[in-house]
């Protein structure tokens, strides 16, 4: 009978274990994390579209105008005052542009007074960052994959009219197809996909037309009577090894 008993006992213990191991097993499996291909991947393909700054095309992180509308390049800068225009952009960027839906660039020109002649060239000279810099293709106006925006240029026509219902319809986001270049060029050279964006920069071109227009095409930075002066005495002034 002891006999008996201590089978039972024994097949009991061994049915416990048993059951432990397999939900420790199972807690285990909960707590593993299954490995993503990219941050893209897991949020930009999932269901619901993202909550941070979700006015943009798509599921796609964007803002609700393109990264051009809040920015001032420094070409546009070195035209005027850096200390001022420093003080001036802080001011400006307390708000969100995207919230307060007027264009940057556009209170800048209007509250340097910037000629449309320096801000052409200011453009040209924009554009030929992106190239020589960035080796990007300067375009106005993306369509085709989020991160062409980093080669936008202005487009001046739209900035010049001040009318900003018509800036910002211009300068809204995108619905996407890609976020990467890569899957956009696999997919044009795949035949899946027809480029949509259509307003490339012709830098020869750009810069042929601001020469015919204005005369010459670099950024004149016109200096004043003192600098003038200072910079006259440097020219004049003996070198000490001369001195007897």
Same mark, same amino acid.
């Given at each position: 009978?002891?006999?008996?008993?201590?089978?039972?006992?024994?097949?009991?213990?061994?049915?416990?274990?048993?059951?432990?191991?397999?939900?420790?097993?199972?807690?285990?499996?909960?707590?593993?994390?299954?490995?993503?291909?990219?941050?893209?991947?897991?949020?930009?393909?999932?269901?619901?579209?993202?909550?941070?700054? $979700?006015?943009?095309?798509? *599921? &796609?992180? +964007? %803002? #609700?105008?393109?990264?051009?509308?809040?920015?001032?390049?420094?070409?546009?800068?070195?035209?005027?005052?850096?200390?001022?225009?420093?003080?001036?952009?802080?001011?400006?960027?307390?708000?969100?542009?995207?919230?307060?839906?007027?264009?940057?660039?556009?209170?800048?020109?209007?509250?340097?007074?910037?000629?449309?002649? $320096?801000?052409?060239?200011? *453009? &040209?000279? +924009? %554009? #030929?960052?992106?190239?020589?810099?960035?080796?990007?293709?300067?375009?106005?106006?993306?369509?085709?994959?989020?991160?062409?925006?980093?080669?936008?240029?202005?487009?001046?026509?739209?900035?010049?009219?001040?009318?900003?219902?018509?800036?910002?319809?211009?300068?809204?986001?995108?619905?996407?197809?890609?976020?990467?270049?890569?899957?956009?060029?696999?997919?044009?050279?795949?035949?899946?996909?027809?480029?949509?964006?259509?307003?490339?920069?012709?830098?020869?071109?750009?810069?042929?037309?601001?020469?015919?227009?204005?005369?010459?095409?670099?950024?004149?930075?016109?200096?004043?009577?003192?600098?003038?002066?200072?910079?006259?005495?440097?020219?004049?002034?003996?070198?000490?090894?001369?001195?007897?």
């Amino acid at each position: 009978m002891k006999k008996f008993l201590s089978l039972i006992l024994t097949f009991s213990l061994l049915f416990v274990i048993t059951s432990c191991a397999q939900n420790t097993s199972n807690d285990n499996s909960y707590n593993t994390t299954i490995p993503t291909n990219s941050f893209h991947e897991t949020e930009v393909n999932s269901k619901e579209p993202l909550k941070i700054n $979700d006015v943009g095309g798509g *599921n &796609l992180p +964007l %803002t #609700k105008y393109r990264s051009i509308y809040c920015d001032i390049p420094r070409p546009f800068a070195n035209l005027v005052d850096l200390y001022e225009f420093e003080n001036w952009y802080e001011d400006i960027m307390e708000n969100d542009p995207n919230k307060t839906d007027i264009m940057p660039m556009k209170l800048f020109v209007q509250e340097f007074n910037i000629s449309r002649e $320096d801000f052409d060239r200011a *453009n &040209l000279e +924009l %554009t #030929k960052i992106i190239i020589s810099g960035f080796k990007g293709k300067p375009l106005m106006n993306p369509q085709d994959f989020a991160n062409q925006e980093t080669d936008e240029v202005y487009n001046a026509d739209i900035i010049y009219t001040f009318d900003d219902e018509l800036i910002n319809n211009y300068y809204l986001s995108h619905e996407y197809p890609f976020v990467y270049i890569s899957d956009y060029e696999n997919a044009v050279s795949d035949g899946t996909y027809q480029t949509r964006t259509t307003d490339w920069i012709d830098i020869e071109q750009m810069e042929a037309e601001i020469i015919e227009k204005y005369g010459e095409a670099e950024i004149v930075i016109e200096t004043t009577p003192a600098e003038e002066a200072s910079t006259a005495a440097e020219d004049t002034a003996i070198p000490e090894e001369t001195i007897a």
